[in-house]
C-alpha cells in the first residue's frame, strides 16, 4: 500500500452519484470525482504523466510501497495507460472501482498526490479483530480485503490533505458502495500513516507473528450506516 502521507482534516463527500444501473442488471460501479474542500479526486489521464512520474519516481522513489520500486518515465507512461484503461473495463465487469486516482489540490490546480482502492490479500485472520473460531493454522491462510491507500509530495505533507482524501474515499465505499468494511496497511514505522489512520477512526492492530514480514499494521473501519431493506418487488 502506498502510505507517505499524513495529518489532518477537512469535510468531504461525493459530488455525483457513483452507481450506474443498467436494467436490472448488477450495477456498474464507475467512481465519480470526489470533491472535498480544499482537494480534488479525480481519474487519471495522460496528461498527468509527467507529474505523476516526478511525484512517484522521484521525489517518493525511496518510499516503499509494496511495489518494484522507482519507474522510468516509459514504464511509468505504460502503468499511466493500463490504469486509464482499467477504470472502464472494471465496470464494465462489475468490479469495483479499484485503481489509482489523482489527487489535486483545488486552488492551484496541482496535483498533490495520488490515492484509491485495492483488493488486499493477506493473512488477516491473525489479526484479533478478524480472527474466529477458526485454528491458529486455518487463520494464517489468507482472506481478501477492500483496502485504500495514498501517498502525497512532500510539500503537502503536515497539511491534513491525507485526511481529507481518505475520508472521501471512506464515505464512497461506504455511502454509495455500500462496502460492510475497508482496511489500510503500513509498516510499524510509518507513523504519518497510523497517524492518517487514527484520525479517520480506523481500529490500528499490529501483526502478533513474525510472519509474513510484510503484514505489519493494519487499520480496520467497519461501516455503521444502518442497513435499508430492499423493497418487495
Known amino acids: 500500500m502506498r502510505d507517505g502521507a499524513d495529518s489532518g482534516g477537512g469535510q468531504s463527500g461525493c459530488r455525483a452519484q457513483g452507481v450506474i444501473y443498467v436494467g436490472r442488471k448488477q450495477p456498474m460501479m464507475h ?102 473460531a477458526f485454528s491458529i493454522s486455518a487463520a494464517r491462510l489468507h482472506t481478501t480485503e ?21 475520508r472521501a474515499l471512506i464515505d464512497f465505499a461506504f455511502n454509495i458502495l455500500r462496502l460492510r468494511r475497508i482496511v489500510a496497511t503500513t509498516t510499524y514505522d510509518n507513523t504519518r500513516s497510523i497517524g492518517v489512520m487514527r484520525r479517520v477512526g480506523m481500529r490500528i492492530e499490529q501483526n502478533p507473528f513474525a510472519e509474513p514480514p510484510w503484514l505489519q499494521v493494519v487499520g480496520s473501519l467497519d461501516n455503521q450506516s444502518p442497513v435499508v431493506p430492499h423493497a418487495e418487488s
Open 31 to 132: 467512481m465519480p470525482v470526489l470533491e472535498t474542500e480544499r482537494l480534488q479526486i479525480r481519474p487519471f489521464t495522460l496528461d498527468d504523466l509527467e507529474a505523476i512520474h516526478h511525484l512517484l519516481d522521484v521525489e517518493l522513489s525511496q518510499v516503499e510501497f509494496g511495489t518494484t520500486g522507482a519507474k522510468t518515465l516509459h514504464t511509468r507512461q505504460q502503468w499511466l495507460q493500463w490504469t486509464i484503461l482499467s477504470y472502464e473495463q472494471l465496470a464494465q465487469l462489475h468490479q469495483p472501482p479499484y485503481g489509482d486516482r489523482a489527487v489535486v489540490h483545488k486552488p492551484g490546480g496541482l496535483l498533490i498526490g495520488v490515492c484509491g482502492f485495492v483488493p488486499c490479500l493477506d493473512a488477516f485472520g491473525q489479526l484479533p479483530s478478524f480472527s474466529s
Open 146 to 166: 477492500f483496502g485504500l491507500y495514498y501517498a502525497f509530495s512532500l510539500a503537502s505533507q503536515g497539511q491534513g490533505y491525507a485526511t481529507e482524501a481518505v
